[in-house]
């Protein structure tokens, strides 16, 4: 999974294509449960493009996308928000999948 590395790039790929961005950070428990699947989630829908952006580095885009708890996913196609599976809870790979199927 790309990694986000500036805004320029997240405004770019927001507004391309459709992306879903995983909000995370390396030393978060929540995160790290999903770490096993979440690459063959990823190729599994490969009709979105998967990038992690890391909360400590991002964290104006977090607030500004009202993502306060990780980890969490903020899906766009051509820079419209298609939907958002944001909150503090620990993730299932059923749950990430559904929130996939629902977009």
């Given amino acids: 999974m790309k990694k986000l590395e500036s805004m320029e790039q997240y405004e770019e790929l927001k507004a391309n294509g459709k992306v879903i961005?995983?909000?995370s950070a390396d030393w978060c428990p929540d995160c790290r449960f999903i770490d096993p699947f979440i690459d063959e989630?990823?190729?599994?829908?490969?009709e979105y493009?998967?990038?992690?952006?890391?909360?400590?580095?991002?964290?104006?885009?977090?607030?500004?996308?009202d993502v306060f708890?990780?980890?969490?996913?903020?899906?766009?196609?051509?820079g419209r928000?298609?939907?958002?599976?944001?909150?503090?809870d620990r993730k299932t790979r059923e749950q990430i999948e559904e929130f996939i199927a629902s977009l």
């Avoid at 989630?41 to 490969?46: G, K, P, Q, R």
């Avoid at 708890?69 to 051509?78: C, D, L, M």
């Fill in 41 to 46: 989630v990823a190729a599994a829908h490969s």
């Fill in 69 to 78: 708890g990780i980890p969490s996913f903020v899906a766009f196609e051509q």
């Fill in 81 to 88: 928000e298609l939907g958002r599976f944001v909150n503090k």
């Fill in 21 to 23: 961005f995983l909000f």
């Fill in 49 to 65: 493009t998967f990038i992690y952006v890391d909360r400590d580095q991002f964290l104006d885009l977090c607030i500004q996308l």
